[in-house]
């Protein structure tokens, strides 16, 4: 069922800011205070503390997120000695902010006051599908067993496609969804070589507005871990699948076949599928929230089908 709509919090001043995180022991500068509206759950504000360090500050956007706040920090502190890449370090962790030193790396990605994308490296850059290859292949390489046993959320092959079915069926009940839409998601579905056939622990959604990078394009660090878990090896190449010339995406996949020795079969295709589908997963995560303002969007999404 919709979720009853999560009151949207609206945002600070900086004068309120600055007495929220003095209220954490954290003294900023109120003049160094740069708002980010792209998130979803939380918007981001990057700032200074009267010391001269840079943080990041997490501020929810609606009072239920804070309900996966311990998960997130559990799936951080399991990684955090497993990566050689810098993942949020919380120092403060609250219902009301989350705080953090600022990573090393600026994003690859950001959304301009219009909403639209701006991109900060070339997306055909050798050096970052080398990169993010072999962050991925770190990534996988984790022991789906120490996950487990930390509490990450686990699903089999088997439960990722019965996961997506229950989604699909989901968003039919609460949405009118194109049968184009339907048509090529039941096709999906019942195509066993474009499911996995074994399940790793993934980012899911490993794409450059979450990754920082170093002048060379190289990935320095990597944000949002809300959506990790063990799943299907093709969500974390999906972004780059999508977004990257052909012989970037084959870099990638070449450099996580390198280390690994694992060749993921029909994985562009299989990319390809995972973003076709994801009106599916906007449509769940709008009947999560109740918000009617990503209910209306993804009623929108549902209602066209291919390229409408």
């Known amino acids: 069922m919709t979720a009853q709509p999560s009151a949207s919090l609206p945002a600070p001043s900086?004068?309120?800011?600055?007495a929220l995180a003095a209220g954490h022991g954290l003294d900023l500068d109120p003049e160094s205070l740069r708002f980010n509206e792209a998130g979803l759950d939380y918007r981001v504000v990057f700032a200074t503390a009267l010391d001269g360090e840079p943080w990041v500050l997490r501020l929810p956007r609606r009072?239920?997120?804070?309900?996966?706040?311990?998960?997130?920090?559990?799936?951080?502190?399991?990684?955090?000695?497993?990566?050689?890449?810098?993942?949020?370090?919380?120092?403060?962790?609250?219902?009301?902010?989350?705080?953090?030193?600022?990573?090393?790396?600026?994003?690859?990605?950001?959304?301009?006051?219009?909403?639209?994308?701006?991109w900060h490296f070339d997306t055909s850059s050798e050096h970052y599908a080398t990169s993010l290859g072999q962050l991925i292949a770190a990534l996988h390489s984790v022991d789906v067993g120490d996950a487990a046993a930390a509490g990450v959320n686990v699903r089999t092959s088997a439960g990722v496609r019965d996961k997506w079915r229950a989604d699909i069926a989901l968003a039919k009940e609460h949405f009118t969804v194109a049968d184009s839409l339907l048509t090529r998601w039941s096709r999906w579905l019942d195509v066993d070589s474009l499911w996995p056939d074994r399940t790793v622990l993934t980012h899911g959604e490993l794409y450059p507005a979450h990754l920082l990078l170093g002048p060379d394009d190289g990935i320095l660090s990597v944000l949002d871990w809300t959506t990790a878990a063990v799943g299907d090896p093709a969500l974390d190449f999906m972004f780059q699948q999508v977004s990257a010339p052909p012989e970037a995406f084959m870099?990638?996949?070449?450099?996580?076949?390198?280390?690994?020795?694992?060749?993921?079969?029909?994985?562009?295709?299989?990319?390809?599928?995972?973003?076709?589908?994801?009106?599916?997963?906007?449509?769940?995560?709008?009947?999560?929230?109740?918000?009617?303002?990503?209910?209306?969007?993804?009623s929108a999404l549902l209602a066209g089908g291919p390229g409408d």
């Open 14 to 18: 900086p004068a309120e800011l600055t």
């Open 63 to 118: 009072p239920d997120v804070s309900a996966k706040l311990a998960e997130e920090a559990l799936i951080l502190n399991f990684l955090k000695p497993r990566l050689d890449v810098g993942v949020p370090d919380w120092r403060i962790k609250a219902a009301d902010l989350i705080a953090y030193p600022l990573l090393p790396g600026t994003p690859g990605l950001t959304l301009d006051d219009a909403g639209q994308p701006v």
């Open 251 to 298: 870099r990638t996949v070449d450099a996580y076949r390198d280390i690994t020795g694992w060749d993921e079969p029909r994985l562009a295709d299989r990319c390809a599928a995972l973003m076709a589908a994801a009106p599916v997963g906007y449509a769940t995560f709008a009947l999560e929230t109740g918000d009617p303002g990503h209910l209306a969007a993804a």
